[in-house]
């Protein structure tokens, strides 16, 4: 449905967007991640029409957007600040749009009340924006944003304000809300666990260009390269050689670990001598105080160097043999107040073959 | 806001109760004589006056300027000697009445052009590059730096018969048709020095209001489809009325009251109420009735200030400030 094809866009020496190419489809929960400076708020104001690019086309329902300015275009925004106007009442924020396409009062007034019961908040209507809650000023600004029904509706950090149990809260609102009224949205986040509880696709961004585009789950396990790995979620990344390999298996050398097996990654062809990475979540690696390896595991025995007790698990970074920290995580599912391992202990880890994801 | 005393986490212990209305007390009192240097000012420099001229206006005037005694002894006798005669006056012909409606007059078309020609530079101000904003404001202000006298005497010399400007327009005037218009001394020559004085006076107050003000609420207003246009109607310009009404508190004030500029640039057509009670004071030595002019002048004042102050507020809680 929208087609962004060889986008580019540079302020001065700084290139914001590099030869951006992506197409999202009808109805879908698409997400641009990435960290700040990486471009993805340049992508958004360009869809928006606040910004012209350098060059590429941005098309949308396969019709060219580059020549209409914003008002004219069937995208709407919610502003990381929400924007809503002070001096109107929340009716009058959620009406403007509507006013905007000179629809009927009597269709105003319907639809306003309707979409305030889906945001539920019905009383609201006569209140002045300061009189409400940084949760419901979110509701209110995607209201005023999903009422006139655009196309697509972008949506730039919405729940960066809010705290962190409001966040989880208006997360699971946003799904359903997305789910309700079946528009396209477009999520601009720099919060990995944000981008991986809401979007149907996510487009990994990285000093404008895009590392990686797949679903939450697909990125999370089998990222294509390192930045990705790192980017989301926590990630032990092991750098390797290659020393021999086929379809299914690879042996790698990393340095002071000796030699071990990993899964081939299907995409990538290593030939022996290659440089790779090995890269392994803290949650796929056992733990205990001695391991019998199972036999397609891969064993190593290190000391607890530090630790990290954050209620539901505990963090383990391990030292091993060589001096390589890795991580791994241990649930505190034990019955009473357990405390398995201190600094310094001896432990030994073990992880499948299979666990890990290799990268060029 | 109420303190929290130490202790006063443990219920009820019996110092809490009589402790915190001291501190209660004592913060009443602070907040009352946080008022009273303001209420002071008002009493010296604006309340007594008003209240002197009001006794002045019941009496007689002196021989020689002044007042007469507001009592005399005769035979013994101790009698007052007050009249209304000064008030009456004020409606016995038209002429001051008539004055008056024409100096608000004079004092709202100067408001209102100035307020059209400050918006847009004060518009224009608020959004320019910041590194610019600072020069552009001084030159606003600029013009305070000479004397005011000194100007309006620039605008003599611009108005004169013999300036450029009435000679360049005669010329015009003579190959249309039209007979020669003179420039000086007539209410257009007031109007336009008053406009010139007192624009500074809107435009600041306008840029103070506009500076502050979200552009991401154009943004916003752009994207869910209003044009250029609607982008000022509907959310640039309502949310600058408070900054309007301010700068129009601050222009119409003194262009109802002054008399230099009627008095150099007017001659006999633009002559304003300042002018009058002027004369009465100092020509006329007429105090008692200057003083009605001068209160039914105030009255005015306060009424029309009153006024665009709840239209500024009601504007103001608007915007949710």
Redesign the interface.
């Known amino acids: 449905m929208l087609e962004i094809n060889a986008v580019s866009r540079s302020f001065g020496d700084f290139v914001a967007l590099n030869n951006v190419s992506l197409h999202i489809q009808a109805g879908e929960f698409f997400t641009l991640l990435g960290p700040s400076g990486c471009g993805k708020t340049t992508l958004l104001r360009l869809i928006?029409?606040?910004d012209q690019a350098d060059s590429g086309q941005i098309l949308l329902d396969g019709k060219p957007l580059c020549a209409l300015?914003?008002?004219?275009r069937p995208?709407?925004?919610v502003?990381q600040?929400y924007?809503l106007?002070?001096?109107m009442t929340v009716a009058e924020n959620i009406a403007?749009?509507l006013r905007?396409?000179k629809m009927s009062k009597a269709e105003i007034a319907h639809r306003v009340t309707e979409v305030l019961n889906d945001v539920r908040l019905p009383d609201k209507a006569k209140h002045?924006?300061?009189a409400l809650s940084g949760g419901q000023k979110q509701r209110i600004a995607i209201a005023?944003?999903l009422v006139?029904r655009p196309r697509l509706l972008l949506l730039d950090e919405p729940l960066s304000a809010l705290d962190a149990k409001l966040r989880e809260q208006m997360q699971i609102e946003l799904i359903n809300l997305q789910k309700e009224v079946g528009i396209t949205f477009v999520y601009v986040t720099h919060d990995q666990g944000e981008a991986l509880a809401l979007s149907h696709r996510i487009a990994v961004m990285n000093k404008g260009e895009i590392s990686q585009i797949d679903e939450p789950s697909v990125l999370y396990s089998y990222p294509d390269n390192r930045f990705v790995a790192d980017f989301i979620g926590q990630c032990n990344i092991l750098d390797a050689k290659v020393l021999s390999g086929n379809e299914q298996k690879v042996n790698i050398a990393i340095a002071g670990l000796g030699e071990i097996a990993a899964t081939a990654n299907p995409e990538i062809t290593f030939k022996s001598g290659d440089n790779c990475a090995l890269t392994l979540r803290p949650e796929k690696i056992r733990l205990a105080a001695s391991l019998e390896a199972e036999p397609d595991e891969a064993l190593f025995s290190g000391k607890v160097h530090d630790m990290l007790y954050l209620g539901d698990v505990t963090v383990y970074i391990i030292e091993l043999a060589n001096g390589v920290l890795i991580e791994a995580m241990l649930a505190n599912d034990a019955p009473g107040r357990t405390r398995l391992f201190d600094t310094g202990d001896a432990v030994q880890i073990a992880w499948r073959i299979d666990a890990g994801h290799l990268v060029p | 806001m109420r303190y929290r005393l130490p202790g006063a986490s443990t219920p009820a212990t019996w110092f809490h109760k009589p402790v915190q209305t001291l501190i209660n007390r004592a913060e009443r009192l602070r907040n009352n004589l946080m008022a009273l240097p303001p209420g002071l000012y008002l009493l010296l420099f604006f309340a007594a006056p008003s209240l002197m001229m009001l006794f002045a206006s019941f009496r007689y005037p002196g021989e020689y300027g002044g007042l007469a005694p507001w009592y005399y002894v005769e035979d013994e006798q101790f009698s007052l000697d007050f009249t209304l005669e000064n008030w009456l006056r004020l409606f016995e012909s038209s002429i001051y009445l008539g004055l008056l409606f024409k100096s608000l007059g004079y004092a709202l078309l100067t408001t209102l052009i100035c307020t059209l020609m400050a918006y847009p530079l004060a518009l224009m101000i608020a959004r320019s590059n910041k590194r610019f904003r600072d020069l552009l404001l001084l030159l606003v202000i600029l013009p305070f730096w000479s004397n005011f006298l000194v100007r309006i005497y620039a605008w003599m010399i611009i108005f004169s018969p013999q300036g450029a400007l009435t000679i360049g327009l005669n010329h015009v005037t003579a190959a249309l048709g039209i007979e020669p218009i003179s420039l000086m001394f007539s209410s257009t020559a007031v109007i336009t020095c008053l406009v010139y004085v007192h624009l500074p006076f809107m435009i600041l107050p306008l840029y103070a209001n506009l500076e502050k003000h979200d552009s991401r609420l154009l943004d916003a207003a752009q994207d869910l489809g209003a044009n250029r246009f609607q982008c000022f109607w509907l959310i640039t310009w309502p949310q600058s009325l408070p900054g309007i009404y301010a700068g129009a508190i601050l222009v119409f004030i003194p262009s109802l009251g002054i008399f230099a500029i009627p008095d150099l640039l007017g001659g006999t057509n633009g002559i304003m109420i300042g002018n009058v009670i002027k004369q009465q004071f100092v020509e006329s030595r007429d105090w008692p009735f200057g003083s009605v002019l001068s209160l039914v002048l105030t009255g005015i004042t306060l009424l029309l200030v009153l006024l665009a102050a709840k239209l500024g507020r009601t504007a103001g809680t608007d915007n949710g400030k």
């Open positions: 928006a029409g606040f300015p914003p008002e004219k995208v709407h925004t502003f600040s924007a106007f002070p001096h403007f749009p905007m396409a002045y924006p300061d005023r944003a006139n």
